[in-house]
């Protein structure tokens, strides 16, 4: 089948239709530009509908057995491995992700799925005391009934089902407004692999649109409780301020500024390894991508010599070609902005060792050093294959380079003294941060997310239950209660 010719639509309460906008998303191919889909936008009439869809199915579901619940995600997994071939096809089509890419980004949502299968039966209840004589202490977790659910366009398949599955495994129903560049792999995709799982209709639904046509409509509508969101910082803070005018609660995975620490006693052969996969995976648009690597003055020399050697290498091209390394990036405005940056920081008095070059939204990497520490380019989340080496005199100076940022998602150290590292790490304000490894990691039950501008909330494992369910005391009076009057 063609996804692209057979999703382009809007799904709402079970039925496959068109929006009622009066324009349309056009979905492109980043890579050749050719036009892959055309998708007529949702209204806020047709969100309305959705969520409404969502209320009226989510009761019944909630009320469902979850080991009847579990079995949906179990056939969702199978569909998705006798089709990951042509959902790879899809990935690497719509998004430009290279071969590798899609690879990953499938192994993560099947791991996500094994979980959510979990997540079904993890809810618990407590029975507290109480001081009162007679008094039983009941305390449910319970569904919090409708999650709305904004996904990005670097991972869309897996960011998408990392909100979807679990929400709906702890048995509330979700809209999912997928980004306008990925409207097949972030979201009607998603609705039909749950679809042909048994998924019962209204408790998915999804709604192809843009802000432009609806304005905040999905954020504002009285149904949904909890806004899942992932994307930027700029967008995060809008969607927080929003939800808190509404009450509603806001789980928010948004970009990062990550920082990779080579110590002197660091293995720089596989540091170097680690660096160049944590900056220029997936072309370098993913959040917890390493965008500063931090050298100690020490070992500097032999580190930028040879990461820019391996830097060289990398192909740059077709992401269907298995020996490219580098594809587009999501269009070609993206393009120009990470060319944008480079272009400033060499004007500012940085030194290219490697000056990429971009043609269309193919964008060839970038080495920078030299920068200064007031530098614009190591403030902001770059998006794109440029790599910032910064030399520091000791560890002291690392952790001040590395804290000196707004963003706090992921990060890594390299040491020959593993404890060394952690207690580094720990001085570092991130959410995440990884020993002796790259920065760009995801486990379904490892607590992820973001501080300071990088997020609030996390999700996996047991976040996943804080963020999509909440808790409701029921208590008991066994005899009779005296009141004072």
Not at 330 to 355: D, M, P
Not at 391 to 406: K, L, M, Y
Request: with cysteine; hydrophobic share 40%.
């Amino acid at each position: 089948m063609s996804f692209f010719s057979e999703l382009a639509l809007q799904y709402i309460d079970g039925e496959w239709k068109p929006g009622s906008g009066s324009w349309d998303i056009i979905d492109f191919n980043p890579y050749d530009e050719t036009k892959l889909a055309s998708v007529t936008v949702a209204t806020a009439a047709e969100v309305d509908q959705a969520y409404r869809a969502a209320e009226r199915a989510q009761e019944t579901w909630a009320a469902t057995n979850p080991y009847t619940r579990r079995t949906v995600f179990e056939r969702t997994l199978r569909i998705i491995e006798e089709r990951e071939d042509e959902i790879a096809d899809a990935i690497v089509t719509e998004l430009g992700g290279t071969r590798l890419k899609a690879a990953f980004e499938l192994h993560l949502t099947k791991e996500f799925l094994r979980e959510a299968v979990q997540l079904a039966l993890r809810p618990e209840g407590r029975i507290i005391a109480s001081p009162v004589d007679g008094k039983e202490n009941r305390v449910y977790r319970v569904p919090v009934g409708v999650v709305g659910v904004i996904s990005p366009f670097n991972f869309p398949f897996l960011l998408s089902m990392k909100s979807v599955a679990p929400a709906l495994a702890l048995g509330n129903a979700v809209v999912l407004k997928p980004h306008q560049n990925t409207p097949v792999c972030g979201g009607t995709l998603v609705a039909k692999v749950f679809e042909e799982a048994g998924l019962p209709p209204g408790l998915l639904n999804v709604v192809v649109t843009d802000i432009a046509e609806i304005g905040d409509a999905l954020l504002t509508h009285p149904v949904p409780k909890v806004i899942s969101f992932t994307g930027s910082d700029r967008v995060g803070q809008h969607v927080a301020t929003v939800c808190a005018t509404h009450f509603k609660h806001a789980v928010l995975e948004l970009g990062g500024n990550s920082a990779l620490i080579v110590l002197d006693d660091a293995d720089i052969d596989y540091a170097v390894d680690a660096a160049v996969f944590s900056r220029y995976v997936h072309q370098g648009q993913v959040c917890m991508a390493a965008n500063r690597i931090l050298v100690d003055r020490s070992v500097e020399e032999e580190f930028t010599g040879k990461f820019v050697a391996k830097v060289r290498t990398l192909k740059t091209g077709d992401p269907a070609d298995p020996a490219t390394h580098i594809g587009p990036l999501i269009n070609a405005s993206q393009a120009e902005a990470v060319t944008s940056v480079v272009e400033q920081a060499v004007a500012a008095g940085a030194t290219a060792l490697v000056h990429g070059r971009a043609e269309g939204s193919l964008v060839s990497p970038s080495v920078l050093t030299g920068l200064a520490p007031d530098s614009p380019a190591l403030q902001q989340e770059i998006f794109g294959p440029v790599a910032l080496l910064v030399p520091f005199d000791g560890e002291d100076e690392a952790v001040r380079i590395a804290n000196d940022t707004p963003y706090g998602l992921s990060g890594a150290v390299h040491t020959g003294d593993v404890e060394r590292g952690v207690r580094l790490a720990r001085r570092v304000r991130t959410g995440m941060i990884h020993i002796n490894d790259g920065t760009v990691h995801d486990e379904p039950i490892v607590p992820f997310g973001g501080e300071k501008r990088s997020g609030l909330g996390r999700l996996n494992g047991e976040s996943m239950v804080e963020a999509f369910t909440t808790q409701q005391w029921v208590s008991i009076q066994h005899g009779r209660s005296r009141f004072p009057f």
